[in-house]
């Protein structure tokens, strides 16, 4: 047996790797057909196929034996998956099998063919007539020999071949397998020989610039003989940087057609430099056979022309010029352009790609229409014949009339002779249009000021202009003059130095000062303000100026203070805003200033009354000045001898300065007004008058009553006329106030006085407590402070307790001392505090808790009881107004419990953040009602009031420790038989033990001992 690959130059195929290949498998039995009755005239050879196709696509079979009378021979193929009758009983008395071929592909039938069946034949299929050994066979009989394809060819093949007649012998020589095309020369001549896959190059786009997509496409011709399968296709890209490119026929690189051998590859992205480039491809088939060719030249272009100078460039990219003027399938592009300029020229560069034959470049041309029905018709190129592309940069074209740019309504891209109509003769790969506008000179102009607006005869004021330079060309050489005859003033030349405009040079801003002439008349005047310019073009406008009447003179008394053209710019505070030093030097005490002027508006809207003076004094203090009442437009309004009364005690030499300010300020980051001219100056007190006492306090103001530590301190304004001197400060009970640094603020002869005193046994109330300033001229004043001495509880949360009480149980404050009643616990709290008490109920029928007597609680209160466990017993939020009272509602029995005190609305918590009490109702004493009541408090929710507390008990004891001993029959245990026992000594009995039957400690031996020993053996506490 032998494995033979054939050759390209054997049978025209190349030789395929791939698992799909072509191969050759024979054998060269020379077996003798035996001349007996089969089945022991049977014979067979195997051949084993190892490393053939994976997937059979097509099977022949080659067939070689001599024998006489070929109607005694049977064939059987048994392959791996089946078997089929190659042929049975045919070819009558004729002899030989010289060179079969059993190919399906086969016109003629075995069974109506001839001895010596030197050809090629359909194969029987079915058995027909075996009488050999094997008498069955495995897996499918197959009806042809495509049966086999689509299965793998690797694997055992047995050929059977029996003589069923005697009398007539011969030899089986040779025999082979053709898998997938290949061509054993053993055989006849194929029925057509094979031919390798070709195809066609093309692209999307075969010219573009560097940087451009195109993509990529070949139609394949599959092989034939047999059909090409699994083809696929590369290309060669190296010459461009990209490598090996492989088409797909999936559908989406090709034509969106998947299987209909048309293989694609889009958006290749081409970089290379101008040029032609011709990339070869291949294409290979499951038959191992191949085939090339090229693509066709792929042109790079260089980079069109960019966008041409000119306004509003407008960009597009593949636009069509397809058919005739006014064509239907014609491109009309929106240029977008907008605005009121007149269009001088258009501009317009770009790339034209030819795509019809015999187009020329200069019939690829541009309509423009615009609103009034005119058009113009721009005609890029005057080339006739070009091949690829042509470029066109910056061509211009002059409108005859000149358009609004506005008024473009259309633009139409067509062909002026229509080498193929419905399609495109060209395209513009790249097209940009821009305009530039009709350019018309205009004059300069100007714009004029004067500052003040307006202003006395005699005066000066300054004139300004802004003057715009005219265009096209833009003036240079501008000059500003004023005629200011009207004021007496001449010809006025305006600067544009930086010094007579607003400082910053050849800005056109222009400046110079006039002064009016002091016979000018009043009234409103319009100046005349021209602009020139080199180009002998010239602007002109007016400053309007209002003459007015002189300004008020100053103001009667002393040391008066002159300003002029100090301005009132925004509110208090603002940096703009004049402040003015009045020089006054005199400790003379104010009684009132004066003011005098004239406020001129700067901003329309501003009212005379917006315009105020702050007065500022040395100690920090200031008073405003409000001297016009008028609250409407003006130009200017004068002021006469208007008079502020001084508040207070205030020197003339304490004034450190005067603010000018608006209360609403008009124009922010400008100036209101403007006071042309303002005087001040003020007169004196000048009868004597006492010290006084401007301020006191005492420190702290509220105190717990037993005797508290407070500072009490007074600040003295001295007696004028003449100034005190010795001032001496006393407080109630003889206490002198000292201003020496130490009793007072800490700085001597400031003129506040302090002492530090002790309550001692003041009773609680509001005390008000006098003090007295004398001077050696014998004048006095009086003042006071007011002193809260609050009810001190029995137990001081702040002293007793020396710190604040906990909120929770492990952190309650207990309340110690000497055995005895427990009446009141005083303390204070802050917002987001609550205060918790350990105390004992003695007398549960007794018990009570209040916080609204003793007019120490002074705000909203909650009050809590716990029993010793944490759990809630009883609240209260309102009953008395707004303070909290517990009664014994829900206490029964005696001993440890836990009360807290919180203002509203702070509220207990469990600890899973449950309310241990609902929020309502507020009045009345309520058990434990919230989500959480069977709870133990473990936290606190909300911020509540705060304040200092005073809460008053009753039924409630201080006890430090067990005080009695319930085992009174003295039997070692506390039981029953103590109550007995106790019983009886009360009722008469005999005592042995010797105890005191009064157990409670209450003075009567009674049915309250009995009680008292009960509860202690059950585990409460000792009465």
């Known amino acids: 047996m032998k494995k033979t690959s054939i050759l390209a130059a054997a049978a025209g195929l190349a030789v395929a790797t791939g698992l799909a290949s072509a191969q050759v498998y024979s054998a060269s039995p020379n077996l003798q057909i035996i001349n007996t009755t089969a089945p022991s005239g049977t014979v067979s050879s195997t051949i084993g196929v190892s490393g053939g196709p994976s997937s059979i696509t097509d099977i022949n079979v080659i067939f070689q034996a001599t024998h006489t009378w070929d109607a005694d021979i049977d064939v059987i193929l048994q392959g791996p998956t089946g078997y089929i009758c190659l042929t049975t009983d045919n070819g009558s008395s004729g002899d030989n099998y010289l060179t079969t071929r059993f190919d399906d592909a086969s016109t003629t039938s075995i069974t109506s063919g001839t001895a010596p069946f030197n050809n090629n034949y359909r194969p029987e299929g079915l058995i027909n007539g075996w009488t050999g050994s094997p008498t069955t066979f495995t897996g499918t009989n197959y009806s042809n020999l495509a049966g086999f394809n689509g299965t793998n060819a690797n694997g055992n093949w047995t050929m059977y071949v029996a003589d069923d007649t005697s009398g007539d012998s011969g030899t089986w020589t040779y025999w082979s397998l053709e898998f997938n095309g290949a061509v054993d020369p053993a055989g006849p001549p194929p029925l057509t020989a094979p031919t390798n896959p070709s195809g066609v190059g093309s692209y999307s786009v075969a010219s573009l610039p560097n940087g451009g997509t195109t993509n990529f496409r070949v139609t394949v011709t599959p092989g034939s003989n047999p059909t090409s399968t699994g083809v696929g296709v590369t290309v060669d890209g190296s010459q461009l940087g990209l490598g090996t490119i492989t088409l797909l026929d999936d559908g989406t690189n090709d034509d969106g057609v998947a299987g209909n051998n048309i293989f694609g590859k889009n958006n290749v992205v081409i970089n290379g430099a101008v040029g032609s480039y011709t990339l070869p491809f291949s294409i290979t088939d499951a038959q191992s056979r191949t085939g090339t060719g090229s693509m066709p030249a792929l042109t790079i272009q260089p980079p069109p022309p960019t966008c041409p100078e000119g306004n509003q460039p407008a960009s597009f990219s593949n636009l069509n010029s397809n058919d005739g003027l006014n064509a239907a399938i014609n491109v009309h592009p929106s240029l977008g352009w907008s605005g009121t300029d007149f269009i001088q020229d258009i501009h317009l560069s770009g790339r034209l790609t030819k795509v019809a034959s015999g187009t020329f470049a200069s019939e690829a041309r541009i309509q423009i229409t615009f609103s009034d029905a005119?058009?113009?018709?721009?005609?890029?190129?005057?080339?006739?014949s070009y091949t690829g592309f042509i470029d066109v940069a910056d061509y211009v074209f002059t409108l005859p009339t000149p358009k609004l740019v506005s008024s473009i309504t259309d633009v139409q891209l067509f062909e002026s002779f229509d080498d193929v109509t419905g399609s495109a003769d060209s395209t513009w790969t790249t097209l940009c249009l821009t305009w530039n506008p009709l350019l018309v000179p205009t004059n300069p102009t100007v714009t004029g000021s004067a500052t003040p607006s307006s202003a006395e005869a005699?005066?000066?004021?300054?004139?300004?202009?802004?003057?715009?330079?005219?265009?096209?060309?833009?003036?240079?050489?501008?000059?500003?003059?004023?005629?200011?005859?009207?004021?007496?003033?001449?010809t006025v030349t305006l600067l544009d130095d930086g010094i007579n405009d607003d400082g910053i040079?050849?800005?056109?801003?222009?400046?110079?000062?006039?002064?009016?002439?002091?016979?000018?008349a009043a009234g409103s005047v319009s100046l005349p303000v021209t602009?020139?310019?080199?180009?002998?073009?010239?602007?002109?406008?007016?400053?309007?100026?209002?003459?007015?009447?002189?300004?008020?003179?100053?103001?009667?008394?002393?040391?008066?203070?002159?300003?002029?053209?100090?301005?009132?710019?925004?509110?208090?505070?603002?940096?703009?805003?004049?402040?003015i030093s009045l020089g006054w030097t005199n400790p003379d005490l104010l009684l009132e200033i004066h003011v005098s002027g004239r406020l001129t508006s700067e901003t329309s809207g501003t009212w005379p009354n917006d315009s105020r003076l702050r007065v500022k004094f040395s100690d920090g203090s200031s008073q405003d000045i409000v001297p016009f009442a008028q609250t409407s437009g003006f130009t200017y309004v004068d002021l006469t001898d208007f008079t502020y009364t001084v508040t207070g005690s205030h020197l003339a030499s304490d004034v450190t300065s005067v603010e000018l300010f608006e209360s609403f300020d008009d124009a922010s980051g400008a100036n209101d007004a403007v006071w042309n001219n303002l005087c001040l100056s003020y007169v004196a007190q000048t009868t004597p008058t006492n010290p006084t006492i401007t301020s006191a306090s005492i420190t702290p103001d509220t105190v717990l009553e037993g005797g508290a530590n407070v500072h009490v301190l007074a600040t003295v304004s001295p007696g004028q006329n003449p100034l005190s001197t010795n001032l001496s400060v006393v407080a109630a009970g003889g206490i002198q106030m000292l201003d020496d640094g130490i009793n007072d603020d800490g700085i001597a002869g400031n003129n506040v006085f302090g002492a530090f005193a002790n309550t001692g046994n003041q009773p609680a109330g509001v005390t008000t407590y006098g003090i007295t300033v004398t001077d050696d001229q014998g004048r006095s004043g009086t003042g006071s402070v007011t002193l809260n001495i609050i009810p001190r509880g029995q137990w001081e949360e702040s002293i007793d307790g020396a710190g604040d009480a906990g909120e929770l149980p492990a952190s309650a404050q207990a309340i110690t001392g000497a055995d005895g009643p427990l009446a009141s616990i005083g303390g204070s709290i802050d917002s987001g505090d609550t205060d918790m008490y350990a105390i004992t109920i003695c007398d549960p029928t007794m018990f009570s808790a209040s916080l609204g007597v003793g007019g120490r609680t002074n705000f909203d209160t909650q009050l809590w009881l716990f029993d010793a466990n944490g759990v809630g017993v009883e609240f209260n939020d309102d009953s008395v107004g707004a303070a909290s009272v517990l009664d014994n509602s829900f206490v029964t029995a005696p001993g440890q419990y836990y009360i807290a005190v919180s203002g509203y609305n702070r509220d207990a918590l469990d600890s899973s953040g449950a309310l241990l009490w609902n929020n309502t109702p507020f009045t009345g004493v309520r058990a434990a009602d919230g989500p959480g009541a069977a709870n133990a408090v473990s936290s606190w929710t909300g911020s509540g009031a705060n304040g200092t507390y005073l809460l008053t008990l009753s039924g409630v004891c201080i006890q430090n420790g067990p005080a009695c001993d319930p085992d009174v029959n003295q039997d070692g245990v506390a039981d029953q038989g103590d109550v007995d026992y106790l019983i009886n000594v009360i009722a008469g009995g005999e005592n042995p033990t010797g105890i005191d039957s009064d157990f409670n400690g209450d003075g009567v031996s009674d049915q309250g001992d009995i009680d008292a020993i009960i509860n202690v053996v059950a585990g409460g506490p000792c009465p």
């Open 374 to 384: 005119s058009t113009i018709t721009l005609q890029p190129f005057t080339t006739t």
């Open 458 to 490: 005699g005066s000066t004021v300054h004139l300004a202009a802004i003057a715009s330079p005219g265009a096209n060309p833009t003036s240079t050489g501008m000059g500003v003059t004023v005629d200011g005859s009207l004021i007496g003033a001449g």
């Open 505 to 520: 040079a050849g800005n056109n801003v222009f400046g110079a000062n006039a002064t009016i002439d002091s016979g000018t």
């Open 531 to 579: 602009v020139t310019d080199a180009q002998s073009r010239s602007g002109s406008n007016t400053i309007s100026l209002n003459i007015v009447p002189p300004a008020p003179g100053c103001p009667a008394g002393q040391q008066p203070t002159s300003f002029t053209n100090v301005q009132s710019f925004g509110l208090a505070g603002n940096a703009g805003n004049t402040s």
